[in-house]
């Protein structure tokens, strides 16, 4: 059902929108503006006809701006301003309690099927209400990874000097709160960070001493003046944009400070770094000065601002030199500016840090580190072990990135990247052989490519035992962008007297249980042959044809759509035929990841736009990535206090 | 409201202004002084076996406890065991049972619906006591847990940190906790675990860092002023750790001081002469759940014991993930929990059950053993022992496990079962509060009055 919904959404735009599409290739810009007027003035007039009548008749009288509104759900504001970004999850809810028959409630006033169906099918319309609006950007504190890398390039320190800060929850970019205490191991970083740059008192400075703090001040200078000169540089790196004068009267106030405290030049220059590591505009990024916004509070991202967030996706660290001399020309929001830069920085070897900060999560290997596994059913997972995996689905990313392959080889590909440990899993201990990682070509249909990869396979899996369900629920989440609900509360328990017979059951017989009941079979019915079509990999991602119980293994399927499948490569084949959904899929987590936020509202809009481009190159890599960094929520930013401005008028 | 917020306090009156507030309300200062109230909640998910936690009788409960608390059966007449208190429904959220189980625990609050994908619930009730409390001590609250809050899963478009979070500072700052004992250590007494480890090569904390943090506050201050409301927001996070940290400076300071003029026989000591000395801190190398989840049980009541906090909070496992090979088994803690009466799964879990329940017991029992003022320190302790689910197999929430140890200062009466309490989670929150003597301004939560009948 999930399967068909999404590819039904999807393919509800009305034939003249593809007319429209295809006019735009003339002239895009002039053509999408007008297009998206159109579309939008269309969704605002049917909103008014159809939708509002049926809203107000049928959820307004539970669901309104009075207490106690049923189930903390209000229409009120929603149908004010029906596409503000606050509102999508609300109305996609609605819509499916409607499409489901729960709303309204038995005994309540019921519209007719047409009308029902109108109201669902109206969903797709519901983004051309948004106004644009590039989302807000509210200023973002550096991850752990990316502190520990900055202080990297700043003072050539190991970045696992950060280790000791505690781990993020990351999930669609929100970052968990500043702890109370992490201040204070800031503050211990920075120690250190001084302890091995800087020379013992009364010795030579340090060749990193020099560069940051330059000459040693010669007697009958001005040491303040000095002080000053030396801020302004350290704070350009490490705010990574000019400090304000009013940053720079805080910095020499601090080195002010050191010489009252009896301390050498070099000493306070010292407590000045301190303050500069553990002030808000290192640990943050934020804005160069007061941004000018228009009048509808939107404002284009200053070039120091757009330095970071780029430099910051795709290298997990700050900007270099260059970014930083084309955004002091104000040069680098330029679209060929800004296109050759991302060349430049995914040709350099830091842009593996695209892998460790969002691949790694995208294909649910980052946490394949900590995971157990049974160590009596499993000892093959040694820290080797993990480390090949996770390396194996780094260096596939990383290849299809450098040679811009279509994003269609992550579901299909004839080569990975093996050593001797994990080239044991895929049976080919004889050939692959010693520690270092290769290309390896593959003869096997049934490997190649995300779906039979070890590292995916084991991460998807029971400490004991494989999860078709787990699986099922991997692959249509991270492959192909669907939404699988959670299981309902309250599963209803198997019969006691049924025990004895299930226990009989194989597994596969035992999860098909979950169609008989009506309430499981909606999403099971496509979970699960998924799952099961993988079952031949075993729970670290070994092939085998019988389980644990030498029972042989059936792992053929059928998918919506009467798409039979007998094994992992059939059902790769038909994945990869869903080449639109995978790579739409794709470009949505990577905008989530790089705007920091979870897509609402326009955001939709800008997606389609990039799938456009993308359809007509073949889905290629690297024009994902650079449709995303030219999009322009991407390169704007909404101010938070003129939106509410906007709101209360 | 009438309430001395540690905010105020810093920014109306600076600091050092802080300190002479502090001495005067430090609690043994005085020999007649009452030591004071400490609060602490410990978690564990899923739920329990029924049958095999809640007490026959109220009758019986002390002379033949259950199995699950079995491990409490010497301290038995210092707990109170309630069954009846029921958690807050969790509809509209009914796909999200493990997201909620543990951010309801001590809001009793449910997120709100049209903000879901935001941290926006209300603040907890460990925080509501910091408040009022942490003002007193070098750290205002301190939030424990066993494994790193970084499992991610999205149910019903709920914020993913709701999955992993107890303890919220406002409704929409989430608390991270901290799981390193060495971290914790260092940062409750400056100081590393002795004779060994090496966590830590830094310099404590100085005057000279508290001076400069004053600058660099009144820096990020400027910066703020240029931002629009929501970044100033983001920044207010970080204003409020530089804060607590110059806090910890100044208390610091303050200890040092302290300890000098006692040295110098200027002022008595703080310490009866009675008192048990503070307990040793001994980290465990090796990754066995329970000398991991007993140190930072010893690390909790260490920091109750010198008075360096009075509210704590620890979640000893978070809705999933765990697994627990110490007891012979591998498979995780959640995929038990639905064992639809399956025998094996339902003694796995009981299993996992008298697990969390006995290092719960590891740690109330050390402090009943630990003199204090004439008593014990668990005298003047409120321990909760809980879950954010009755049943895991069903996600039931109509009765949840709840262990309550300890007097509260004489505000509780122990060693009773309650076989039938009328009341909701947020009531029993406000009841502990009160008993731990906070002046509150409003219930907890979805709480409509407080359960009397846990008073003494």
């Given at each position: ?19 429209c ?22 969704a605002?007039q ?23 509104t ?64 590039p ?38 970019g ?6 109370s ?34 000459p ?12 000053r000169?030396?801020a ?57 000065g007061?941004?000018a ?9 200053d ?94 990313f990383?290849?299809i ?28 201990g004889?050939t692959?052989q ?23 396979l ?17 692959v ?6 669907e ?12 019969d ?17 249980l ?25 729970a ?20 919506p ?89 | ?18 300190l ?11 020999k ?52 009846g ?33 935001e ?43 709701y ?25 409750l ?14 310099s ?14 009144g ?41 000098a ?53 620890y ?34 879990i ?46 039931t ?60």
């Amino acid at each position: 059902m999930a399967a068909e919904a999404a590819t039904r959404h999807r393919s509800n735009t009305p034939a003249w929108l593809g007319l429209c599409l295809i006019l735009c290739l003339a002239a895009p810009d002039v053509l999408a503006a007008a297009n998206h007027d159109a579309l939008k003035a269309d969704a605002d007039q049917f909103f008014r006809d159809r939708v509002t009548p049926f809203v107000t008749t049928y959820c307004i009288p539970c669901h309104q701006n009075k207490r106690p509104t049923r189930g903390g759900v209000n229409f009120s504001p929603a149908l004010k301003t029906p596409g503000h970004a606050a509102f999508t999850e609300h109305w996609k809810r609605a819509d499916a309690r409607v499409k489901a028959n729960d709303m309204p409630p038995k005994g309540a006033p019921q519209p007719s099927d047409a009308d029902r169906q109108m109201f669902t099918e109206w969903l797709p319309k519901l983004k051309y209400l948004s106004d644009k609006d590039p989302g807000p950007f509210v200023i973002r504190r550096l991850t752990k990874t990316e502190y520990g890398n900055t202080l990297r390039d700043l003072f050539g320190v190991d970045p696992s000097i950060a280790d000791g800060l505690p781990d993020e929850v990351s999930g669609q970019g929100y970052l968990n709160s500043l702890s109370s205490l992490q201040l204070e191991q800031y503050l211990n970083i920075a120690d250190r960070v001084l302890r091995q740059i800087a020379a013992p008192p009364g010795g030579r400075p340090t060749d990193i001493e020099k560069r940051l703090f330059g000459p040693s001040i010669t007697p009958g200078n001005d040491a303040r003046q000095a002080a000053r000169k030396v801020a302004r540089s350290l704070a350009r790196k490490a705010y990574r944009r000019p400090p304000t004068e009013a940053e720079l009267d805080v910095l020499v106030a601090t080195f002010d400070l050191g010489v009252r405290n009896k301390l050498a030049y070099q000493s306070a220059l010292h407590l000045m770094l301190k303050a500069v590591l553990v002030s808000p505009q290192f640990l943050f990024i934020t804005p160069a000065g007061d941004a000018a916004a228009s009048s509808n509070g939107i404002v284009q991202l200053d070039d120091y601002q757009l330095a970071s967030r780029l430099s910051y996706l795709l290298w997990g660290t700050m900007p270099d030199e260059q970014l930083m001399t084309l955004a002091d020309n104000g040069k680098l929001h330029e679209p060929a500016v800004l296109k050759a830069q991302v060349k430049r920085l995914l040709d350099d070897r830091r842009s593996r840090a695209l892998f460790d900060g969002f691949g790694a999560h995208w294909l649910s290997v980052g946490g394949l580190k900590r995971q157990v596994f049974d160590p009596a059913l499993f000892p093959q997972m040694t820290t080797a072990m993990r480390q090949a995996m996770y390396d194996e689905v780094r260096l596939f990313f990383q290849s299809i990135v450098r040679d811009d392959e279509s994003v269609i080889r992550f579901v299909d590909s004839k080569y990975t990247y093996l050593n001797g440990t994990v080239a044991e899993i895929y049976g080919l201990g004889k050939t692959v052989q010693g520690p270092e990682m290769r290309k390896v070509l593959l003869r096997d249909g049934n490997r190649g490519g995300v779906l039979g990869m070890p590292g995916i396979l084991a991460a998807t899996s029971f400490p004991n035992r494989t999860s078709p369900v787990k699986r099922g629920v991997w692959v249509l989440e991270q492959v192909l962008g669907e939404h699988v609900p959670a299981a309902p509360p309250d599963v209803p328990a198997l019969d006691k007297q049924d025990q004895g017979s299930v226990a009989k059951l194989t597994l596969r017989q035992r999860t098909e249980l979950h169609r008989t009941n009506p309430v499981c079979a909606n999403c099971h019915k496509i979970l699960d042959p998924i799952g099961f079509g993988l079952e031949k990999f075993d729970a670290i991602g070994r092939w085998r044809d019988r389980d644990h119980n030498g029972q042989p293994i059936d792992s053929t399927g059928e998918l919506p759509g009467a798409k039979r499948f007998s094994g992992p490569a059939d059902l790769k084949a038909i994945i990869a035929g869903r080449d639109a959904d995978v790579a739409r899929n794709l470009a949505e987590k990577l905008l989530a990841y790089a705007l920091g936020r979870k897509l609402e509202g326009y955001d939709e809009i800008v997606v389609d736009e990039l799938m456009a481009d993308l359809a007509r190159d073949g889905y290629r890599m690297r024009s994902l990535i650079n449709g995303v960094v030219t999009s322009y929520p991407f390169l704007h930013r909404r101010i938070e206090e003129h939106r509410r401005l906007n709101e209360q008028n | 409201m009438s309430r001395i917020n540690r905010r105020d306090c810093l920014k109306g009156l600076g600091v050092s202004l802080a300190l002479p507030l502090m001495d005067s309300l430090g609690w043994a200062d005085t020999k007649a002084a009452k030591p004071p109230v400490r609060l602490g909640f410990m978690y564990m998910p899923h739920g329990v076996i029924m049958d095999q936690f809640w007490p026959a009788s109220s009758e019986t409960f002390l002379s033949s406890p259950p199995p699950a608390l079995e491990s409490l059966r010497p301290v038995l007449n210092q707990c109170v065991v309630m069954k009846g208190i029921s958690g807050v429904p969790i509809a509209p959220f009914n796909g999200a049972p493990h997201a909620l189980e543990l951010s309801t625990w001590l809001t009793a609050m449910l997120p709100a619906a049209d903000k879901r994908h935001e941290i926006n619930i209300a603040i907890s009730a460990d925080q509501i006591a910091a408040n009022h409390v942490g003002a007193f001590t070098a750290l205002p609250s301190l939030e424990l847990a066993t494994m790193p809050q970084t499992w991610k899963e999205n149910q019903e478009g709920l914020n993913e940190g709701y999955y992993s979070h107890c303890s919220f500072r406002s409704p929409t700052q989430a608390v991270p906790a901290e799981v390193n004992p060495r971290n914790v250590l260092y940062r409750l007494f400056n100081k590393q675990e002795r004779g060994g480890g090496a966590a830590h090569e830094s310099s404590p904390l100085s005057s000279l860092d508290r001076s400069l943090l004053d600058i660099v506050l009144g820096g990020a201050r400027d910066l703020r002023r240029t931002l629009p409301v929501s970044d100033q927001r983001k920044l207010d996070e970080y204003l409020d750790s530089v804060r607590s940290v110059e806090r910890r400076i100044a208390a610091i300071e303050y200890r040092q001081k302290d300890a000098a003029m006692e040295k110098a026989g200027v002022r008595a000591s703080k310490r009866h002469a009675s008192d048990s000395p503070p307990i040793e801190i001994r980290i465990p190398d090796g990754e066995k759940r329970s000398e991991y989840m007993q140190v930072m049980c010893d690390l909790n009541i260490l920091a109750f014991q010198t008075d360096t906090t009075r509210v704590s909070t620890y979640i000893g496992s978070t809705p999933n993930g765990a697994s627990y090979p110490e007891l012979g088994f591998n498979d995780q803690h959640h995929s038990n929990t639905h064992h639809n009466d399956d025998p094996e799964k339902v003694r796995k879990i009981a299993r996992i059950t008298e697990f969390n329940i006995a290092q719960f017991a590891y740690m109330v029992k050390k402090m009943a053993n630990l003199r204090e003022a004439g008593g014990t320190l668990l005298d003047n302790c409120i321990m909760m022992w809980g879950s954010g689910l009755e049943d895991g197999n069903k996600h039931t929430r109509e009765s949840l496990p709840f262990v309550i140890a300890g007097k509260g200062g004489g505000s509780i009466k122990t060693g009773r079962f309650f076989s039938d309490t009328k009341g909701n989670q947020g009531d029993l929150l406000t009841t502990l509060l009160a008993c731990a003597g906070i002046p509150i301004d409003r219930p907890v939560g979805i709480a409509t009055k407080q359960i009397e009948e846990l008073k003494a």
